[in-house]
């Protein structure tokens, strides 16, 4: 294992790096870090060479400025991947990871071999999302950080084993800090959806079917991404590669071989024609 920091414009990015093969770059949700993919190193480090870098404002790398551009993370992605000398990487994203990977495969689709969006979006899902952003902003401000990081682990309190292992995850790599949050949030949403048809990589988009608004987005995705295949999960919700890890790791490590994904109890699998 390694865990080295690379500073981009005198800017500290920690990533860790686990197994040898084909490179993966793995992009966390918000609030966690490259940490809450340990459920899939056992499995993938086998074959691939797994790369976990914490995102801008997370974890053990630098801030996130004031202004953000709508490339941030696809600069400091592409300068990740200049100094680990790889022209072009799967890339593997859940929740603001898979919007991460979204910037990556338009602002730098060299880099990009194959491309997995797991609770992903390309837009605020709707007016209300919006509004209700605006409308708990100032409430975020108030309230203190550890109370509202308990109100996150508290939807994830049930007793399968998907939810206790999200929730140990949760607690072990939560690791933002609440000016980071309210930099992330306090400016308006990009808008990636005009783009997405400039994304030609063979694509993956993974969603639980429990969160409407989730399911909306990532069906957004598969719709406007050519050459998408859509995946739905009877019964759950993010992050999908703590809930679900078993069936999340083989399916993608399928499409990531370049295979046929198999059919699974409780998953529904939308094509289009990739003729």
């Given at each position: 294992m390694a865990m080295p920091t690379l500073r981009i414009h005198d800017i500290p990015l920690h990533y860790r790096t686990e197994g040898q093969g084909s490179p993966i770059l793995f992009l966390h949700g918000m609030g966690t870090r490259g940490d809450m993919w340990?459920?899939?190193?056992p499995f993938f480090s086998r074959e691939f060479r797994m790369i976990m870098p914490d995102l801008r404002g997370h974890g053990q790398s630098g801030p996130l400025p004031d202004n953000i551009p709508p490339d941030l993370y696809a600069r400091d992605l592409k300068a990740l991947l200049d100094h680990l000398r790889l022209e072009k990487t799967h890339v593997v994203g859940v929740s603001l990871g898979a919007v991460a990977?979204?910037?990556?495969?338009?602002?730098?689709?060299?880099?990009?071999?194959?491309l997995v969006l797991a609770d992903g979006y390309g837009r605020t899902p709707?007016?209300?999302?919006?509004?209700?952003?605006k409308i708990c902003y100032p409430l975020v401000i108030l309230c203190p950080w550890k109370w509202i990081q308990h109100r996150v682990?508290?939807?994830?309190?049930?007793s399968g084993p998907g939810q206790k292992r999200t929730r140990r995850m949760l607690k072990h790599t939560f690791s933002m800090k609440k000016e980071n949050f309210l930099r992330l949030n306090r400016q308006k949403q990009p808008d990636f959806t005009p783009l997405l048809p400039r994304i030609h990589h063979p694509t993956l988009v993974m969603a639980g079917d429990v969160n409407p608004l989730e399911l909306k987005g990532s069906r957004l995705l598969f719709k406007r991404i050519p050459h998408s295949q859509l995946t739905i999960f009877q019964g759950e919700y993010d992050p999908l590669n703590?809930?679900?890890?078993?069936?999340?790791?083989?399916?993608?490590?399928?499409?990531?071989?370049?295979e046929p994904l198999k059919e699974k109890p409780g998953v529904r699998i939308f094509r289009h024609d990739l003729t």
């Amino acid at each position: 294992m390694a865990m080295p920091t690379l500073r981009i414009h005198d800017i500290p990015l920690h990533y860790r790096t686990e197994g040898q093969g084909s490179p993966i770059l793995f992009l966390h949700g918000m609030g966690t870090r490259g940490d809450m993919w340990e459920p899939q190193i056992p499995f993938f480090s086998r074959e691939f060479r797994m790369i976990m870098p914490d995102l801008r404002g997370h974890g053990q790398s630098g801030p996130l400025p004031d202004n953000i551009p709508p490339d941030l993370y696809a600069r400091d992605l592409k300068a990740l991947l200049d100094h680990l000398r790889l022209e072009k990487t799967h890339v593997v994203g859940v929740s603001l990871g898979a919007v991460a990977a979204l910037t990556l495969a338009i602002y730098s689709p060299s880099s990009v071999d194959r491309l997995v969006l797991a609770d992903g979006y390309g837009r605020t899902p709707s007016r209300l999302i919006s509004f209700l952003f605006k409308i708990c902003y100032p409430l975020v401000i108030l309230c203190p950080w550890k109370w509202i990081q308990h109100r996150v682990l508290a939807l994830y309190n049930g007793s399968g084993p998907g939810q206790k292992r999200t929730r140990r995850m949760l607690k072990h790599t939560f690791s933002m800090k609440k000016e980071n949050f309210l930099r992330l949030n306090r400016q308006k949403q990009p808008d990636f959806t005009p783009l997405l048809p400039r994304i030609h990589h063979p694509t993956l988009v993974m969603a639980g079917d429990v969160n409407p608004l989730e399911l909306k987005g990532s069906r957004l995705l598969f719709k406007r991404i050519p050459h998408s295949q859509l995946t739905i999960f009877q019964g759950e919700y993010d992050p999908l590669n703590t809930m679900e890890t078993n069936r999340f790791n083989e399916m993608v490590r399928d499409f990531l071989k370049g295979e046929p994904l198999k059919e699974k109890p409780g998953v529904r699998i939308f094509r289009h024609d990739l003729t």
